[in-house]
C-alpha cells in the first residue's frame, strides 16, 4: 500500500520519531497492521473450537470461559481489516485505470475465491456434518453431493448451502466492494478537506464513527444480524462497506492518522474500559448476576460499539508511531497471509476433529491445534510460492519471486 508523504509528520511526531518508511511508496505501517490482524484470525478462530458459538464443528468440552477474551477482538478486527483493504485500493486505483484494477483485483481474489470453494472448504463441511448428523458416508460421496448441491444436510436445524465459501466470504465482499468503490472512488477523491476534516477532528475523531455504529447495530444487527450470505447480510454490507470506504476516502489524508497517531493511548484505556464494563454486565453482571432487558442492550450497544472504534483508532496509532521500519521480515510476511488465511481455517477444522477424541488436558490440547494450524498454513506458504501454477490458487503473483528468508529486518 502506498505511504503518503507529509512534510510535517516528522515535526509532529518530535525529535524522538521514528524515521521514515525505507520505501516512501508503501503503508508499512498498515501493512503490519493487516499482518498483525490476519495473525491474530488464527489465535480467534481456534478460539471458537471452544466457545459455545456456533462453528462447523466443536470440541466436547466447548464453554465459555474464554469468550471474555474472544470479546477483545470480536467487535474490531474485520471492520480494521476493511478499512485497511480500503486504503490499499484507494493506492491501486491511483496507479492504474480501471480496468486493469478490475483485472488485478479479478486474478487476486476471484482464483483463490474459486479453487476455495472447490478444494480447500469442502473438508469443512464434512466435518460438519459428520460431527452433527453422524455422516458415514465416503468423502467422494460427500464431495459428489457438496458439488452439485445435492445434499440434503440440515446441521441444527437450518439447511447446509453447498458448494460455500465459508470463512473466504471476505475474499468475496472485498471483491464486490472493490467493483463498486470504482464509480464512487473518484467523488470520494474531490471531497474538500475543508468539509470532511472536522468530521473525525478533535473529539470527533470518536464520537463520529460510534454514533455512526451505534445507529447501524441497534437498527439493522437486530433485523438482519450477519449471515455471510452476500444477498441478505444487510448490516455487515452497510458495516463493512463504509469501512472500506472510509479507508479510501482517509487513505490520503495523513491528519487522521496523526490523530489516531496522538489519541492512541487514550483510545486504548476506553477500548479497555469499555470490553470491561461490557464482559462484567454480559457474563457476571454488577451485583452477581447477567443483565437482561432493552436497556441493557442498548448498554451492551454502546460499549461494543466504543470499544470497537477505540480498538481500532489505538491499533493505526500505534502502527503509525512504531511500526513504520521496513525489511524482509515485512515482505515475506505481506506475501505470506493470504494462504496463511486460505488455509487456517479447514486446517482447524481437520485438527480439531481429531483431536477433540484424544481428550487432551486443554492446556495442551489447544496449543497443538495453534502450532498444528501455524505449522500447515507456513509449510503450505513455502511449497506455494516456490510453485508457478499454485501461486495464483492462493492469491500470489505467477511469476515465482526470488526466494525471501524470513530473516531479521
Not at 72 to 91: K, M, Q
Not at 214 to 243: K, M, Q
Not at 358 to 380: M, N
Request: hydrophobic share 50%; net charge positive.
Amino acid at each position: 500500500m502506498s505511504q503518503p508523504s507529509s512534510p510535517n509528520a516528522l515535526t509532529t511526531l518530535g525529535a524522538t520519531a521514528m524515521p521514515p518508511p525505507t520505501h516512501p511508496e508503501r503503508r508499512v505501517d498498515l501493512d503490519w497492521l493487516r499482518i498483525a490482524a490476519f495473525g491474530l484470525l488464527i489465535f480467534y478462530h481456534v478460539g471458537m473450537f471452544y466457545v459455545t458459538w456456533g462453528f462447523h464443528v466443536k470440541s466436547s468440552r466447548a464453554g465459555p470461559e474464554i469468550e471474555p477474551l474472544m470479546l477483545l477482538l470480536n467487535p474490531w478486527r474485520l471492520t480494521l481489516l476493511f478499512l485497511i483493504s480500503g486504503v490499499a485500493t484507494r493506492f491501486m486505483l491511483d496507479k492504474m485505470r480501471p480496468g486493469r484494477f478490475l483485472g488485478a483485483r479479478s486474478s487476486r481474489l476471484l482464483i483463490p475465491l474459486a479453487f476455495g470453494i472447490l478444494v480447500i472448504v469442502p473438508p469443512q463441511s464434512y466435518f460438519q456434518i459428520v460431527e452433527a448428523l453422524g455422516y458415514s458416508g465416503s468423502v467422494a460421496d460427500f464431495y459428489r453431493h457438496y458439488i452439485t448441491a445435492s445434499g440434503d444436510w440440515r446441521p441444527g436445524g437450518e439447511y447446509l448451502v453447498t458448494p460455500t465459501y465459508n470463512h473466504l466470504w471476505f475474499v468475496l465482499y472485498l471483491f464486490i466492494y472493490s467493483l463498486l468503490v470504482i464509480p464512487v472512488g473518484p467523488l470520494l477523491k474531490r471531497l474538500p478537506a475543508g468539509l470532511t476534516a472536522p468530521l473525525i477532528s478533535g473529539p470527533f475523531l470518536i464520537l463520529t464513527p460510534l454514533l455512526f455504529l451505534f445507529v447501524i447495530r441497534a437498527t439493522l444487527f437486530p433485523l438482519f444480524g450477519e449471515t455471510h450470505a452476500l444477498i441478505d447480510d444487510w448490516y455487515n454490507h452497510l458495516l463493512s462497506f463504509t469501512a472500506f470506504l472510509f479507508g479510501y476516502a482517509v487513505a490520503r489524508h495523513e491528519p487522521f492518522f496523526e490523530a489516531c497517531q496522538r489519541a492512541r493511548i487514550p483510545a486504548l484505556i476506553l477500548a479497555i474500559i469499555a470490553w470491561a464494563v461490557l464482559v462484567s454486565v454480559r457474563y457476571g453482571g454488577l451485583g452477581g448476576a447477567a443483565l437482561t432487558g432493552p436497556d441493557f442492550t442498548l448498554v451492551s450497544v454502546g460499549l461494543r460499539e466504543l470499544q470497537a472504534w477505540c480498538a481500532i483508532v489505538a491499533c493505526i496509532g500505534f502502527a503509525r508511531r512504531y511500526l513504520r521500519r521496513d525489511g524482509p521480515v515485512r515482505r515475506y510476511l505481506t506475501d505470506a497471509i493470504f494462504p496463511f488465511y486460505i488455509i487456517h481455517q479447514t486446517t482447524i477444522v481437520i485438527a480439531g476433529h481429531y483431536l477433540d477424541p484424544i481428550q487432551l488436558p486443554l492446556w495442551i490440547e489447544a496449543p497443538v491445534l495453534i502450532a498444528i494450524t501455524i505449522g500447515s498454513c507456513w509449510i503450505g506458504y513455502e511449497i506455494v510460492r516456490r510453485v508457478g501454477v499454485l501461486r495464483p490458487l492462493f492469491g500470489l503473483k505467477m511469476e515465482p519471486k526470488r526466494i525471501i528468508a524470513p530473516a531479521a529486518a
